[in-house]
């Protein structure tokens, strides 16, 4: 069965610095593109930043040169590094799998950004 | 970054047919086709759909969707209680190189 589980949300400062995991199991993470979506409260989905199955880099205009993803084939982690956070990046972050568009989904980290 | 257009809302009867409708351009729903996800609140989205009409395995067979040129559509037949969720399209954008989204509509079974 694949499983998406997500972890590292919590409370940041203006500024600061975050990184997000995603665990995967059933599947080999590194055989699928895997992507970072995500929701703030009330709103709808948007493109974070996708690496592809050849490590191709995709990103979402809004977190150019700030977020960067990777992944640890060994531990087959999805990783979200996230700088310079604003107030409109709290949101809940959801790891996604594609394999015919977004097929399996995590549950989401929640992000809330706040002084 | 743009992303696709859909309608805020749809309130449909109770078993009654609701068809959603996504517009996008050349570059994305009009190059690969678009994809349909379902999203109950509180909940990750579930895929329905994907590149035109192709449903994961689980999906009913009351979902079906399809295109003309640059503009997805999910039809929904017999709208039971469990289909009130949100709806977001998605699709490739070629010249983006980015994944977008619809804005999602809220579709309420009356």
């Known amino acids: 069965e694949v499983q998406l589980v997500e972890s590292g949300g919590g409370l940041v400062q203006p500024g600061g610095s975050l990184r997000l995991s995603c665990v995967a199991s059933?599947?080999?993470?590194?055989?699928?593109?895997m992507h970072w979506v995500r929701q703030a409260p009330g709103k709808g989905l948007e493109f974070v930043l996708g690496?592809?199955?050849?490590?191709?880099?995709y990103y979402g205009n809004s977190v150019k040169g700030r977020f960067t993803i990777s992944r640890d084939t060994f531990k087959n982690t999805l990783y979200l590094q996230m700088g310079s956070l604003r107030a409109e990046d709290m949101a809940v972050y959801y790891c996604?799998?594609?394999?015919?568009?977004?097929?399996?989904w995590g549950q989401g980290a929640l992000v809330t950004v706040s002084s | 970054q743009a992303g696709l257009t859909q309608p805020p809302s749809v309130s449909k009867g109770l078993r009654q047919t609701a068809t959603l409708t996504c517009t996008g351009n050349?570059?994305?729903?009009?190059?690969?086709?678009a994809a349909w996800l379902q999203q109950h609140q509180g909940h990750p989205p579930k895929l329905l759909s994907y590149?035109?009409?192709n449903r994961p395995s689980g999906i009913s067979e009351r979902f079906s969707a399809s295109r003309s040129g640059n503009t997805a559509s999910l039809t929904i037949t017999g709208l039971q209680p469990e289909d009130e969720a949100d709806y977001y399209c998605?699709?490739?954008?070629?010249?983006?190189?980015?994944?977008?989204f619809g804005g999602g509509t809220k579709l309420t079974v009356l």
């Open positions: 996604a799998r594609e394999d015919n568009s977004f097929d399996s």
């Open positions: 059933g599947f080999t993470l590194s055989g699928h593109s």
């Open positions: 690496i592809g199955s050849n490590g191709d880099t």
């Open positions: 050349s570059n994305n729903i009009g190059d690969q086709g």
């Open positions: 590149r035109h009409n």
């Open positions: 998605s699709a490739w954008d070629s010249s983006l190189r980015a994944w977008v």
